[in-house]
């Protein structure tokens, strides 16, 4: 994540990058906005469950952008928002890898 205390004007960037000796495999990436308590799904960030499939080339790196913006003027302050973020099999009950998370918060 490009800051984890945004304001007006930063760039807001998160990505997931990987590092794999795997196989060329299908997998379905997950990242789910936590707003405290309300769930939001990429990569159109509603409260629908949906999922990016894609392949894991194998060849050994990678990284795919979740956000990628300029952080608008928002009033108030917030912390504790999190985004989640987890690679499963195809089949949805095979974790490939840990469940990650990023902190973050606006104004100060």
Request: with cysteine; aromatic share 18%.
């Amino acid at each position: 994540m490009s800051d984890t205390e945004l304001e007006a004007g930063d760039v807001f960037r998160c990505w997931l990058s990987w590092h794999d000796g795997w196989q060329t495999i299908p997998v379905r990436q997950f990242a789910i906005l936590d707003v405290f308590g309300d769930y939001y799904f990429a990569p159109d960030w509603t409260k629908e469950i949906a999922f990016n499939d894609f392949l894991f080339s194998g060849d050994g790196a990678g990284e795919l952008d979740l956000l990628n913006f300029i952080w608008p003027a928002v009033p108030g302050t917030a912390s504790g928002i999190r985004i989640w973020a987890a690679l499963l099999a195809q089949n949805e009950t095979e974790l490939i890898c840990d469940p990650v998370f990023v902190e973050f918060s606006y104004g100060r």
